[in-house]
């Protein structure tokens, strides 16, 4: 009795001991009796970490990142390589008579554009699966896949709810452009195009009414028909300024299409001033025209003229990619017209009286100076009193003022009127007085004092002269 007693005891602590050495062998890690940390080999990489797989059912991503170098997010950035590799994988080619191989635009937009498509892919896929992740204490890597034949259905219902979309568009945007409403013709084909944006490098064949039609290639005609037919008609074949208009004449310009008067249009216009113009912009009204004003041009331009262009720039949609809509339009050509100037410049007649110390003088020095600068401003000079748009009259006289340290000095006193022929009115005066002349005698520093009347009558009368007339 005794000895089966004793029996089981032993086969329990053999038990016991026998359990207890299982729950360690157990273990995939832990601490050892003497407290050293106890870490198992990895399972072993799986065939497609070393050997990028291939089938031709499925679209392949895989990504991979440091645990070391992003311990933090090493799992996301791996999951973002493999998307980024899967869209790789679903090339973007422009094959065929696609719109963007029939864009007459710089081929550096269509590869930027292609580009674009290529790197946002990746934001439209969907259903990918995972195929299976790894990882050691170094790295870890995922594996996405994705069915071509799911992928293409889903492309193909999003496509056609594009191109449904866009013929929608294009339908409302005809209907604008019947009733000579560009702006919103312009804007409803352009959102038409960008309905479809996803889509330009595939044949967009789409069934119609009337038919089938590629309909970004049809829609796209509609934004170059727009271009080509808005037009430009001036009022006048010619501007003419003269004293008789005083040299200022507004300019109706008619922006047409089809007939119609259009508004909403924005119209530049330039032509060459004495100061530099920049050109400016003009919006045409219900009926359809802008005033153009034409004033203080250049007198020494010889072939001035007036241009005139339509900017379709202000039509593009607000809410749409600009750069993209400026690529697109970049080759079109909206209507331009010039329109010649011709500038009846002013007869002038000039007469003076120039004394010095109170006596006639015959160099006439002041008479000569503003016959000259005249001349060069474009102006016509005349050597009688008969029909001239003005008249010019100058007195002047040198008064004596003094000797200073062994010099004489002499000031000059000067009025310069301009007397209008037609009306009789004066349209300018201007007296100076005080212009001193230094020298040795007398007469030299009158001469001296004339001298610097001459430089103000080049430097600043003339032009105050021609800009109370031009």
Known sequence: MKYARRTTILKMSALVVSLVAMSFSGCKSGKSATGEKVVTAPTAAPEWVGTRPHNGAYYIGIGTCSKISQPLDYQTIAKKNALNDLA??????VQGETFLNSLEVNKNFSEEFISTISTTTDEKIENFEVAGSWENDKEYWTYYRLSK??????KQEKKNKALSAAYDYYIKATTAEEVANIPAAFVLYMHGLFAMKEFWNEVNEYSTAEGKVYLDNEIYSGLQRITS???????AAKVVLSSENKYNVDMPIAVSYNNKPVRGITVVYSYVRDNFMKPKNLLTADDG????????VSSTEKSNRLDLKVNIEPLLATDLDKMIQLGLIKNMKPDNKQVPIELITPSFYVVSE?????NPSSAAILASALNSE???KGMRISNSAGENDYQVSVTSNTTAGGNAQGFVVAYLEMTIKVKSNRTGDIVFQESLGSLKGLQLNAESASMEAYKRGKEKIEQQIVKSILDAIL
């Open 88 to 93: 790789s994988e679903i090339s973007v080619r």
């Open 149 to 154: 034949s799911e992928y293409q259905r889903q």
């Open 229 to 235: 037919e808005l037009m430009i008609k001036p009022s």
């Open 289 to 296: 025209k802008v005033i153009v004003n034409v004033s203080d």
């Open 354 to 358: 120039e004394k010095t110390y109170g």
């Open 374 to 376: 005249l001349t060069k």
